[in-house]
């Protein structure tokens, strides 16, 4: 199922929306940016964490969650990645490609 959703998000990123011409295309590389922001932001919030922040022994988002100095980045991390999936929905919709089903039932053959 996750490898079928990937090749249909991959699909619909490479292709053309409908309706939204040019426009499509821009807003699927701001998704695209917006993942790709996103991890980077996760990925080195850790390097602004004080001393005592362990990045073994916590995880990503109790750097985003304390009270420290450093947490915005891990916030921003969480902010770009929830609008670039927001964003991704929205594409795949004006795509008209089908929905993900949430609980899905394998096939028996």
Not at 41 to 46: D, F, K, N, T, V
Not at 57 to 66: E, I, K, L
């Amino acid at each position: 199922m996750a490898r079928t959703w990937m090749r249909q998000t991959t699909r619909v990123l490479a292709s053309e929306p409908k309706s939204k011409g040019a426009m499509g295309r821009s807003c699927a590389a701001l998704v695209l940016s917006g993942l790709l922001a996103s991890v980077s932001a996760l990925a080195s919030a850790p390097a602004l964490m004080p001393p005592s922040y362990s990045w073994i022994a916590n995880t990503a988002s109790a750097s985003g969650a304390q009270a420290l100095s450093g947490t915005w980045l891990a916030r921003l991390g969480f902010l770009l990645f929830g609008l670039s999936v927001l964003m991704l929905v929205e594409l795949r919709a004006v795509a008209g490609a089908a929905p993900v089903p949430v609980c899905a039932q394998p096939s028996v053959r």
